[in-house]
């Protein structure tokens, strides 16, 4: 505990003064927790009744059973379903045997069988637990060990369990409802209030709130729940979330993701409950608060200051589902926070591929409130359509068909019909000077390039070193794809390997970081070193363009700063990256290209390479080639929180003197009989720079 508290102080002592005080502030409000129990006193069933002032538990169960909620919870007929998604009966089904038989695969684990009953406070990843003490106590980091506390958690959420759910909807078979009671009743009974790792940061509770809200719709009344004792347990667990999360609001003035879900689940539990004057406390200022994070967490241009398009998603379904809630029950959405949710399902249908798989930029863990189809985890092409449709009755894009799972669970097959219904919108070049994000697009190509901020406000958080750097998706396929996650405390050194410079296409002088790393204890911090300069974005019908630069290298000589122009040339569908440098001095320079998993790279001659990803052949061209080596390297990308894959990287460095480099990746189609000289000349005519 000694080294726990250690790493505090050492950690606060980087924090901003108001910072810290919150943080003593809520250390303060925890002392009366460690010696008392549940904020359910006496006879939990007793307290229940009047809390919210019915005759009689049954009376309880009832009134929140009849009450709206914002996800569907009806019963899919298997002949409808069939019609509109053929595989999804079939898929669910199979999900709530393998529940059954208490297998998962969470979190890259692939499918590990767990022991009955589940100790619900191991890492059963790492063979490592916590024990059930008071949630201060809980090292979260667990920095001397190989040990990741987000698996408990994971498993803790329950999403596993929403198979088995969906079988119910569209079975009714009662094995599904007494296996899913089975389940509570053992997590309700192996984590004690805000005792051991599934309290020890107040949204791991916030995200239950979602899930187990959810599952009282579908199961209320089915007859393995009509056991009161089970009732009552279940009732006063989710009580008890709620008093936590309004305990423990993680508001410490620069807030992410974190506060939006607590904030959420406290509007989800008023909400969900009968109004008492508690419950309408929380829900007001959970309320409240969600109003003034969405303007502080959201920028202008709709993208999620966090610096992730995973934590994007996230966020902004967290921002969602307690709006719809709301209006469900009659009451108010500002139209502003209404339209900030429709910026961000603008910049989701921006920076997704034609086939709806986002970009790995920044972290991913896949996070979210809910998770109802069998998309692949960067899958995000069922959210603009999904933010439509509950917002205003209509989808302004048709999602890919992959969606159908996730807009028929969440909203019903009235709409899926109408989002099937909606226009195939190509997808747009597009600016989103707030977040930094540039798009390109032309056909089936697809180019983001990051030219924003650190993210968190500056702070590091989600965000990675990846200024300058861009994915690239040429005639279809992927050919330069951004390494994503991996993990957090389970391996330190990978954690700040998959965020740093190097595991990023962009240029890297003298092997330095473009942001500081602020110490190996900060998993989720960096320096606010490169500050982004855009000096031109320009998108016309033959070409696209942005150069932009960042100050990260300045500490190192005044002026060093890395210049980069990339141009996605229409005409024929071709990726043109030109480096330069301004400063003087000698340095070591170092230019990566992460090409995607399975791409082959085979020198021709000085200077040229054939590309083959899947079925497309590209030519990749670097000139002047004598005035840098080339390297074909192997590296690592993570497409999913917990697994990593290796693919090519090339690798261009020189020392000496700053000098420039460019790279082109063209179809090896129709190329041109002299390729550098007509990279040269297209550049130029589209840059006007020389």
Same mark, same amino acid.
């Given at each position: ?24 502030? =809520? ?207 279940? =009732? ?167 969606? $159908? ?25 597009? $600016? ?132 980069? $122009? ?125």
């Amino acid at each position: 505990m000694s080294s726990l508290w250690i790493n505090r102080i050492k950690r606060a002592t980087r924090r901003r003064p108001a910072e810290v005080m919150r943080h003593g502030w =809520l250390e303060l409000k925890s002392v009366s927790d460690r010696f008392k129990g549940s904020p359910v006193s006496g006879d939990p069933e007793s307290f229940l009744r009047r809390k919210f002032r019915k005759a009689s538990l049954d009376d309880l169960w009832e009134a929140i059973a009849a009450q709206p909620y914002p996800i569907s919870f009806r019963t899919l007929a298997p002949r409808s379903l069939e019609e509109i998604a053929p595989d999804e009966a079939n898929r669910v089904r199979a999900g709530a045997e393998k529940a059954m038989a208490y297998t998962v695969d969470l979190l890259g684990s692939g499918d590990v069988t767990l022991e009955d009953p589940i100790d619900w406070s191991a890492d059963f990843k790492n063979a490592a637990g916590w024990p059930l003490s008071f949630f201060r106590d809980i090292n979260v980091s667990d920095q001397g060990r190989e040990s990741d506390i987000k698996v408990p958690w994971e498993l803790s959420r329950l999403q596993w369990l929403t198979p088995v759910a969906q079988a119910y909807l569209l079975d009714r078979d009662e094995k599904y409802a007494a296996f899913v009671k089975t389940i509570l009743e053992s997590w309700i009974e192996g984590n004690p209030y805000a005792r051991g790792p599934n309290w020890a940061v107040t949204m791991e509770p916030a995200m239950r709130v979602f899930t187990w809200t959810w599952l009282f719709h579908v199961f209320s009344q089915s007859e393995a729940w009509k056991d009161a004792g089970f009732q009552t347990s279940f =009732l006063g667990s989710l009580y008890e979330h709620g008093a936590f999360c309004a305990k423990y609001l993680e508001n410490f003035g620069t807030n992410g993701n974190h506060l939006t879900a607590d904030t959420g689940a406290l509007v989800f539990i008023a909400e969900f409950f009968p109004q008492c004057e508690e419950t309408c406390r929380w829900g007001e200022t959970g309320w409240r608060m969600m109003i003034s994070e969405i303007f502080k967490q959201v920028h202008e241009d709709g993208a999620d200051f966090e610096g992730s398009a995973s934590y994007h998603r996230m966020v902004a379904e967290l921002f969602l589902w307690p709006a719809i809630y709301r209006k469900m029950k009659g009451k108010g959405v500002p139209e502003i926070y209404v339209e900030r949710l429709r910026k961000m399902a603008a910049f989701t249908a921006a920076y997704m591929a034609p086939d709806g798989l986002a970009p790995l930029w920044g972290d991913s863990d896949d996070g979210r409130p809910f998770i109802f189809g069998g998309q692949s985890p960067s899958q995000h092409g069922y959210l603009p359509a999904l933010i439509g449709l509950a917002l205003d009755g209509a989808a302004e894009m048709q999602p890919p068909a992959n969606s $159908a799972g996730e807009i028929l669970w969440s909203l019903g097959e009235e709409a899926w019909a109408k989002a099937e219904a909606a226009s195939a919108v190509p997808p747009v070049s597009a $600016a989103f000077p707030d977040a930094g994000v540039y798009v390109m697009t032309s056909g089936n190509s697809h180019v983001v390039v990051d030219c924003g901020p650190v993210g968190y406000g500056g702070r590091g958080g989600h965000g990675h070193n990846d200024c300058l750097s861009f994915e690239a998706r040429l005639k279809g396929v992927p050919v330069i794809t951004d390494s994503g996650t991996y993990v957090y405390t389970q391996d330190i050194e990978a954690r700040n390997d998959f965020r740093s410079t190097a595991y990023h296409s962009t240029p890297q002088i003298d092997g330095e970081e473009i942001n500081r790393f602020t110490g190996p204890e900060d998993l989720f911090s960096l320096l606010n070193d490169g500050v982004p300069e855009v000096r031109t974005w320009r998108t016309e019908a033959t070409a696209d363009l942005l150069i932009g630069s960042h100050s990260g290298y300045e500490r190192l000589s005044p002026g060093l700063r890395p210049v980069r $122009a990339i141009i996605l040339d229409k005409l024929s569908s071709g990726l043109i990256v030109r480096d330069a440098f301004e400063g003087t001095g000698e340095h070591d320079l170092t230019i990566r290209y992460h090409l995607s998993i399975g791409a082959a790279l085979e020198r021709r001659k000085p200077g040229l390479w054939q590309l083959v990803v899947g079925d497309e052949e590209f030519v990749l061209c670097a000139s002047p080639h004598t005035e840098w080596t080339a390297e074909i390297r192997s590296g690592s990308t993570s497409e999913k929180y917990g697994q990593r894959v290796e693919r090519p990287v090339l690798c261009f460095a020189r020392s000496g003197p700053l000098a420039e480099l460019r790279v082109a990746i063209l179809p090896a189609t129709d190329l041109p009989d002299d390729v550098e000289g007509w990279v040269n000349e297209t550049f130029s005519a589209h840059a006007e720079i020389n």
